[in-house]
């Protein structure tokens, strides 16, 4: 009698191979079979064992996609014939990710799943840039937005603007223009510090900082993914560099490295 195999669900961080977990790591040493999404750097399948069969599922903005169902189904299936599958999402599976709607399709089909957190790029993007996303006496909360819904309905901009803190956007690059103006009308200062990271934590990171009202106008052509930061931690980006944006108003960067190097401080002292 063949065994039912088992999920696991797996959180491949937001870019940077260094930001994997161990457990995810030992996840994906794991698995028989990996589906895997585009938004995960292919770079963390350097843990996956040699003869796994990988399978790619993207669904881009804009792109055709492979169709939720049927990787659920698939999913579904290969566990069923008694292998470890392995589901490999960016960031963190359960931060709009759709890691919740496979648990409970692999659940009610009997099978076991585990998961394996991932850095969020929510948190990691950010920091990339040196803004925290919350700091004692800047922003007191963060809220995890995303820009985009089943039904196309717009976020409640006059809410987020009242909750103020740290607002992160995932999503957003193609509302950019509503975002901000939704903001702006709901109450946020047009001069509240703006950020737009572009490919985070990667080799091609790119990012503008610059007022609200004028962040849509400043961060044309970049390309995505990309996350929009609202708020006063902002002004924190690269705190010490002389490029606070309250002194430079706008900055852009581009193509900077972000790939930890131990002798970076000593070699720029
Ligand atoms: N589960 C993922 C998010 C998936 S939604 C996580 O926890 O990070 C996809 C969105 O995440 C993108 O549209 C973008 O807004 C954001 N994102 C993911 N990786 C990113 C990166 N390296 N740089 C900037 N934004 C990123």
């Avoid at 028989?32 to 585009?38: E, M, R, W």
């Avoid at 796994?52 to 999913?75: D, L, N």
């Avoid at 014939?81 to 089909?109: C, H, I, N, Q, Y």
């Avoid at 009308?185 to 790119?206: D, E, F, K």
């Amino acid at each position: 009698m063949k065994t039912t195999g088992k999920a696991w669900l797996i959180g491949a961080g937001p870019g940077d191979p260094e930001l994997l977990t161990l457990k995810a790591v030992r996840a994906l040493g794991e698995c028989d079979v990996l589906f895997v999404d585009d938004l995960a750097n292919p770079a963390v399948l350097a843990h996956a064992r040699y003869d796994a069969r990988r399978i790619a599922v993207g669904k881009r903005a804009g792109c055709r996609s492979t169709p939720q169902e049927f990787i659920e189904r698939s999913m579904v299936h290969e566990a069923r014939s008694g292998l470890t599958v392995g589901r490999v999402k960016g960031g963190d599976p359960f931060v709009f990710g759709r890691g919740g709607e496979e648990m409970l399709a692999l659940r009610a089909a009997g099978i076991e799943v585990e998961i394996a957190s991932g850095v969020t790029a929510g948190c990691a993007v950010p920091a990339a840039l040196g803004i925290p996303v919350t700091h004692r006496d800047v922003a007191r909360s963060v809220t995890f937005v995303t820009a985009h819904t089943r039904d196309g309905e717009a976020p409640d901009y006059a809410a987020l603007a009242r909750v103020g803190g740290t607002l992160v956007f995932y999503m957003g690059l193609g509302a950019l223009d509503e975002i901000s103006a939704g903001l702006v009308a709901g109450g946020l200062p047009g001069t509240t510090p703006a950020c737009v990271v572009s490919q985070g934590t990667l080799p091609r990171q790119a990012s503008v900082v610059s007022p609200l009202d004028r962040i849509a106008l400043d961060a044309k052509g970049l390309p995505g993914p990309a996350l929009i930061v609202v708020g006063d931690v902002v002004n924190l980006a690269n705190r010490g560099q002389g490029r606070n944006i309250s002194e430079i108003g706008v900055r852009v960067e581009i193509s900077r490295y972000f790939y930890p190097d131990p002798d970076f401080d000593r070699r720029r002292a």
